[in-house]
């Protein structure tokens, strides 16, 4: 099962929504728990709630793909042992030196430099504001030692359409390329 987290601001309509089809498409049965509108204020209190509220459905082997807060509410639940395969974070608003929990085999994490709202996601953990564990990892990607947590920076990927921006992975014609990576990479039907 894979378990597609979005992020905040982006509910009732979220272009994360359009990875759903592919990852159907693939075969692939997944779970979009819809948790609203939060505001990033919120996620210091709101996170631990929805943590708590989705850690029973996630199984053996499962695998956690999040935008933005979806990071932060996967790596939570990773932290508290959530038996996953893997985890995909895309443009995280997540700390850059997480530590893979072992319970977790890998974390593919997608970023590039101009997700300018990452950096906005430091700023507001350094000040106490939102969830402890945001940072710019969608901005600076992973930058701890681990080498189960490649990065996969959108902005020189060969080959592939240059994303630029927090959610411009989602745009519908640059996600009809990254979709079909991010499966063939990491995802098996």
């Given at each position: 099962m894979i378990h597609l987290i979005h992020g905040i601001h982006t509910e009732p309509t979220s272009q994360v929504k359009g990875l759903v089809g592919y990852l159907l498409e693939a075969?692939?049965?997944?779970?979009?728990?819809?948790?609203?509108?939060?505001?990033?204020?919120?996620?210091?209190?709101?996170?631990?709630?929805?943590?708590g509220a989705m850690l029973p459905y996630v199984k053996q082997g499962d695998i956690l793909i999040g935008h933005s807060n979806?990071?932060?509410?996967?790596?939570?639940?990773?932290?508290?042992?959530?038996p996953v395969e893997g985890a995909i974070f895309i443009n995280g608003a997540?700390?850059?030196?997480?530590?893979?929990?072992?319970?977790?085999?890998?974390?593919?994490?997608?970023?590039?430099?101009g997700d300018t709202l990452t950096e906005a996601?430091?700023?507001?953990?350094?000040?106490?504001?939102?969830?402890?564990?945001?940072?710019?990892?969608?901005?600076m990607g992973y930058t701890g030692k681990d080498p189960l947590i490649p990065n996969l920076f959108c902005d020189k990927?060969?080959?592939?359409?240059?994303?630029?921006?927090?959610?411009?992975f989602f745009t519908p014609v640059k996600l009809k390329a990254?979709?079909?990576?991010?499966?063939?990479?990491?995802?098996?039907?």
């Open positions: 075969g692939l049965e997944v779970a979009y728990p819809d948790y609203g509108y939060e505001l990033a204020l919120q996620t210091r209190v709101v996170n631990s709630m929805l943590v979806g990071c932060a509410i996967a790596y939570h639940l990773m932290l508290l042992g959530a997540l700390e850059t030196d997480i530590i893979r929990p072992g319970t977790c085999k890998w974390i593919d994490v997608y970023s590039n430099a996601a430091m700023l507001g953990q350094r000040l106490h504001l939102v969830d402890p564990v945001w940072g710019e990892l969608g901005h990927t060969a080959a592939m359409p240059v994303v630029s921006g927090h959610s411009d990254w979709a079909p990576f991010l499966i063939k990479r990491r995802l098996k039907a």
